[in-house]
C-alpha cells in the first residue's frame, strides 16, 4: 500500500489528486487565503467605523476603483453602500469560505483517515469533487465583487424582502451558496462513511481520538441542517429570478413604487429555514476546534483528557440539541409566548453541555505536566475566550434580556469570541501542532510564541469594546459606526481602540506568515521524526517520516487501547500509542 | 433581593432607562452577568492556578489519573440550578409580563408606525380615536406616505414622518408594521426593540416615564448632551440603515395636547391647499 508504483503526472499529484492529503492542504491553502481576504475587507471596514467618511489610507485608491466599477461614489473613503457589501461578504466569506473549509475541509480532510487507520477517505473522487465545487463557489463570490452594484448587502443572513429586491451580487451570492453547499454535503458525507466504514481494526467507537468524533457529529450537522438553506436558497432565487414569491408578502411599496409581484408570501419563512441551518451551523464551527483542543491539550499535558466519555456525550447531545434552538435568533420578530419559553429552555439545555465540554477541558490541566508549545499555548488562550463567548451567550438566549441587546454590538462581540478567539486559535493550535506531520519540519517556537501573545492581546482589543457598546445599545451593521445615533455618541471613541486592535493583529500575523514561509523553504531533515510530540494516536505512531505516500500506511495499524494513554503508570515512557500491543 | 443584586446593572454602562419596564429588564441583565462573573473569576483563578502548579518544571511527571473529586461536578450543578432560576424565576415571567399584560383599552395611547426605507412614518389616530384605512393605491411619498385614506375615521388622523410625541406616564401602544423590508424599533432608553415585518402589524406597549426635558438635564455634560430620544433601526435595511432615525419627544400631557392640536391644524391648512 505504500507509494503507488508508476510516476504521477504533476497534474494527478498536486491539482486533481484523489489523495486526501493532498485535498486537505488544498482546502487549507485556499481557506486561509479567504480567511485573509475576509479579515483585509474588515480592517477597511474597520477604518470607516473609526473615522466615517475619510478616505482610507494605502487602499483608498483600491477602495475608489471598486467603488467606481460597482457605480457607488467614493472619493477613497468606504461608502455605505460598499460598507453593506464588505459586511455581508466580510461574513459569508469568513464562514463559509474560511472557517467550514479550514476546520472540515483541511483538518477533517488530512486527519480523520490518518488517525482511524485508513488508507484514504471512503470516496477519494467524491472528495476531489468536493473541493472542486467549494473552488467554484468560492470564484463566483469573489467575481460578484466586480458587477455593477457589488457583491452580496444585504448581510450574511441574506434576510428577504431586502436581499429579494438587492442588485445581481444577490443572485451571485445564491449560485455561490449552492455550489458550497453541495461542496459541505458531498465532503460531510464522506466523512461519515469513513468513519464508520474504514476504522482500523480494534479502532472501537469509544477509542476514537475525540477529534474524530468532533467531526462525525459535525458532518451529521452539515448534512441535515445545509438541505432546509439550499432549498430556501433557491427559493430566494427564484423570487428573484423568476419573480415568484416565496419570501414576499402582498402590498409592498419599495421607493414609491408598489412592488409588482403576487405576494402572499413570508419573509419570516427564511429566517426559520436560514437559522435552522445557521445554528448548527456556529456548532460546525466550535466542535472541530474542541476536537483539536482534546488532542493538543492530552498531548502536552502527558496525561489523559479527562471525562473522554462526557465529552463523547456532549458532543453528540450537543449536536442534536442545536437542532431545536434555532429561533432564539428571532425572538423580537413577534412570536408568541409559546414559542419563546420553548426557544429560551432549549437554548439553556444547550448551554450545559457547553460548560461541560469547557469544564472537562479545564480539568484535563489538573495533575498534568504543561508543556507550554504554541499549540498548547493557543489552546489555553482559547478556554478563557470560549468561556466568554459562551457566557455573553447567555443573556442573548433569555429573551427578556435579548429585547436590549438583540441586534447590536453584544451579538457581534459574543459569537466573535466564540468564532475569533475560539475557533481560529484551535486552528492556530492545530496547525502548529499538525505542521511537521504535514511538513516534515517544525515551526518555529519563538515566533510562534510571539504570535500568539500579541493575537491573544489585540483579539480582547478588538472584541471586548464590542460587550461594551453592545451593553449601551449601539446596534450592529451601522456604516458610520453609530456617529448618527445619539445613543451611540459616549461609545465612539471604542471605534478607534478596535479599529487600531484590529490592524496590529494583523501585523501580529507576521511572525505567523512568515514563520511558515520559511519553514517551508527551509531545507528538510533527511529523515524527520515521525512523532515529534511524542503522541499516542495513529497518525503519529504508524506512519512513516513525511512526506506521507499516497495510502498512509506501511502496515494496516491495529489498535489495541484509546486514545489518550499518557503517562501510564508501570510504561517505561510517558506516551503509550494505541497501536502498541 | 431581585432589586439588589440586578442592580449591577448600573455599572454595565446601559442606557439611562426611561420606561415604567426598563427596571426589570436590566435587573435580569444584572443578574446574568452576577453569573457570567463568578464563572469566569472561577475558571479563571483555576486556570491561573494550573498553569503554575502543573507548569512542567514544577510538576515533571504527570498524574494518570487527574482530578478525583467531584467539585466539579457540584459547580456544575450550581450552574443548571443557576440558570434554571434565570429562566423559570425571570426570564419567563418578565417576558410575559411585558408582552401580555396587555393595557386597559381606555387610557391607552395608540400609535401607529409604518417603517420604510429610511424614515418612520407616525400615524395618530386623532381626535376620534379611530385609524383611517391606508390603502397602498394611494401612496405618495411626497403627501401621503403611508396611503392614509382622508375621509371617515382617516379624516382626522395625524401623520408625521420621523417626529414621534408621547405624553409622560401613559401606556403607550405601538402598532408596528413596514412597507417595504424588515426593520426594528428601537428605543434604548425605553428598553424597547420590536422588529418591524411587512406584511404583519406587531403590537407592543410601554410606558415612558421621563419627558425629553428631563432627559436632557440629565444628560448634560456628557458626550451626548443635546441629544435626546430617538427611534434606532436595528436591522440592516439597506444604505441608509445606519441613518434611520425618528425623534422621539416624551412630553408633559399638557404639551403634548397642544402638539396634537398643532398638528390637527397642518391637516386643515394641507386641505386648503388642495382645494
Ligand atoms: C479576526 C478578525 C475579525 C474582525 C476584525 C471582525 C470584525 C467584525 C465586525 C466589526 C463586524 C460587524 C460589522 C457590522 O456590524 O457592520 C463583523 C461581522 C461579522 N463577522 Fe467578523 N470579524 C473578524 C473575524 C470573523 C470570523 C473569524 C468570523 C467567522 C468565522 C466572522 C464572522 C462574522 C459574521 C458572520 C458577521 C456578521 C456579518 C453580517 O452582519 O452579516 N468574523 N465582524
Ligand atoms: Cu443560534
Ligand atoms: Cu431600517
Known amino acids: ?581 | 433581593m431581585i432589586e439588589s443584586l440586578g442592580s449591577i446593572s448600573k455599572y454595565l454602562g446601559l442606557p439611562i432607562n426611561s420606561s415604567s419596564h426598563g427596571h426589570m429588564i436590566d435587573n435580569m441583565i444584572g443578574w446574568v452577568h452576577w453569573l457570567m462573573i463568578l464563572l469566569f473569576i472561577g475558571w479563571g483563578a483555576y486556570l491561573i492556578i494550573t498553569v503554575i502548579k502543573f507548569n512542567s518544571k514544577n510538576n515533571p511527571k504527570a498524574n494518570y489519573n487527574g482530578v478525583q473529586s467531584h467539585y466539579s461536578q457540584y459547580a456544575e450543578y450550581g450552574v443548571i440550578v443557576f440558570e434554571a432560576f434565570l429562566l423559570i424565576g425571570l426570564s419567563i415571567p418578565l417576558y410575559s409580563q411585558l408582552k401580555t399584560s396587555l393595557p386597559n383599552n381606555n387610557e391607552v395611547h395608540h400609535v401607529r408606525v409604518i417603517a420604510q426605507q429610511f424614515a418612520w412614518n407616525i400615524h395618530y389616530p386623532g381626535d376620534d380615536g379611530k385609524f383611517g384605512d391606508t390603502d397602498i393605491n394611494l401612496v405618495d411619498e411626497e403627501s401621503n406616505p403611508i396611503g392614509l385614506v382622508r375621509d371617515g375615521n382617516g379624516a382626522d388622523d395625524i401623520v408625521t414622518i420621523n417626529q414621534m410625541h408621547l405624553p409622560v406616564n401613559q401606556q403607550v401602544m405601538i402598532h408596528l408594521s413596514s412597507k417595504d423590508v424588515i426593520h426594528s424599533f428601537g428605543i434604548p432608553e425605553m428598553r424597547i426593540k420590536q422588529d418591524a415585518i411587512p406584511g404583519m402589524t406587531i403590537p407592543f406597549f410601554f410606558t415612558p416615564t421621563m419627558t425629553t426635558d428631563d432627559f436632557l438635564q440629565k444628560i448634560n455634560g456628557t458626550k451626548r448632551e443635546g441629544k435626546g430620544y430617538e427611534i434606532a433601526c436595528a436591522q440592516l435595511c439597506g444604505n441608509s440603515h445606519y441613518r434611520m432615525k425618528g425623534y422621539v419627544t416624551i412630553d408633559t400631557e399638557e404639551k403634548y395636547n397642544s402638539w396634537l392640536v398643532e398638528q390637527a391644524e397642518y391637516i386643515e391648512e394641507e386641505e386648503d391647499d388642495d382645494w
Open chain 1, 1 to 581: 500500500m505504500s507509494d503507488s508504483h508508476h510516476e504521477e503526472s504533476f497534474w494527478r499529484k498536486y491539482i486533481f489528486s484523489t489523495d486526501h492529503k493532498v485535498i486537505g492542504i488544498q482546502y487549507g491553502i485556499t481557506a486561509l487565503l479567504f480567511l485573509f481576504l475576509g479579515f483585509s475587507l474588515m480592517m477597511v471596514m474597520r477604518w470607516q467605523l473609526a473615522y466615517p467618511d475619510t478616505a482610507v489610507p494605502i487602499v483608498g485608491s483600491l477602495v475608489k476603483w471598486l467603488a467606481d466599477l460597482n457605480g457607488f461614489a467614493s472619493d477613497g473613503n468606504l461608502p455605505a453602500d460598499l460598507y453593506n457589501v464588505f459586511g455581508a461578504m466580510h461574513g459569508t466569506i469568513m464562514i463559509f469560505l474560511g472557517v467550514v473549509p479550514i476546520i472540515v475541509g483541511a483538518f477533517g480532510n488530512y486527519l480523520v483517515p490518518l488517525q482511524i487507520g485508513a488508507p484514504d477517505m471512503a470516496f477519494p473522487k467524491l472528495n476531489m469533487a468536493s473541493y472542486w465545487v467549494y473552488f467554484v463557489g468560492g470564484v463566483v463570490m469573489l467575481v460578484s465583487f466586480f458587477l455593477p452594484g457589488g457583491a452580496a448587502n444585504s448581510g450574511w443572513t441574506a434576510y428577504p424582502p431586502l436581499s429579494d429586491i438587492a442588485t445581481t451580487g444577490q443572485t451571485y451570492w445564491l449560485i455561490g451558496m449552492v455550489f458550497l453547499i453541495t461542496s459541505s454535503l458531498l465532503g460531510s458525507m464522506n466523512i461519515i462513511v469513513t468513519i464508520v466504514q474504514l476504522r482500523a481494526e480494534g479502532m472501537t467507537w469509544m477509542r476514537l481520538p475525540f477529534f474524530v468524533w468532533s467531526q462525525l457529529v459535525t458532518s451529521f450537522l452539515l448534512v441535515l441542517a445545509f438541505p432546509p438553506l439550499e432549498a430556501a436558497g433557491i427559493f430566494q432565487l427564484m423570487d428573484r429570478v423568476f419573480g415568484t414569491s416565496f419570501f414576499l408578502p402582498s402590498g409592498l411599496v419599495i421607493g414609491g413604487e408598489i412592488l409588482k409581484v403576487s405576494g402572499g408570501g413570508s419573509p419570516l419563512l427564511w429566517q426559520h429555514l436560514f437559522w435552522f441551518l445557521a445554528h448548527p451551523e456556529v456548532y460546525v464551527l466550535i466542535l472541530p476546534g474542541m476536537g483539536i483542543l482534546a488532542e493538543v491539550i492530552a498531548n502536552n499535558t502527558r496525561k489523559p483528557i479527562w471525562g473522554y466519555k462526557s465529552l463523547v456525550y456532549s458532543a453528540t447531545f450537543l449536536g442534536f440539541m442545536s437542532f431545536l434552538v434555532w429561533a432564539h435568533h428571532m425572538f423580537l420578530t413577534g412570536m408568541g409566548q409559546g414559542m419563546s419559553v420553548f426557544f429560551q429552555t432549549t437554548t439553556m439545555i444547550i448551554s450545559v453541555p457547553s460548560v461541560i465540554i469547557l469544564t472537562c477541558f479545564m480539568l484535563s490541566l489538573w495533575g498534568g505536566s504543561i508543556r507550554f508549545t504554541t499549540p498548547m499555548l493557543f489552546a489555553l488562550g482559547w478556554m478563557p475566550m470560549f468561556g466568554i463567548g459562551g457566557l455573553t451567550g447567555l443573556p442573548l438566549g433569555l429573551s427578556t434580556p435579548d429585547i436590549h441587546l438583540h441586534d447590536t454590538y453584544y451579538v457581534i462581540g459574543h459569537f466573535h469570541y466564540v468564532v475569533a478567539p475560539g475557533t481560529i486559535f484551535a486552528i492556530f493550535a492545530g496547525i502548529y501542532y499538525w505542521f511537521p506531520k504535514m511538513t516534515g519540519k517544525m515551526l518555529n517556537e519563538t515566533l510562534g510564541k510571539v504570535h500568539f501573545y500579541f493575537s491573544f492581546i489585540f483579539m480582547n482589543g478588538l472584541f471586548w469594546p464590542m460587550l461594551i457598546q453592545g451593553l449601551g445599545g449601539v446596534s450592529r451593521r451601522l456604516s458610520d459606526g453609530g456617529a448618527s445615533y445619539a445613543h451611540a455618541q459616549e461609545f465612539l471613541h471604542w471605534n478607534v481602540v478596535m479599529s487600531y486592535s484590529a490592524w496590529l493583529l494583523a501585523v501580529a500575523q507576521i511572525p505567523f506568515i512568515y514563520n511558515l514561509i520559511k519553514t517551508l523553504l527551509a531545507d528538510k531533515s533527511p529523515n524527520p521524526d515521525p512523532n515529534p510530540w511524542n503522541a499516542t494516536t495513529v497518525e503519529w505512531t504508524d506512519t512513516t517520516s513525511p512526506p506521507l505516500g499516497h495510502g498512509n500506511f506501511e502496515k494496516t495499524p491495529v489498535v489495541h487501547r484509546g486514545p489518550y494513554e499518557y503517562s501510564v503508570p508501570g510504561e517505561s515512557t510517558d506516551f503509550t500509542p494505541q497501536t502498541q500491543n
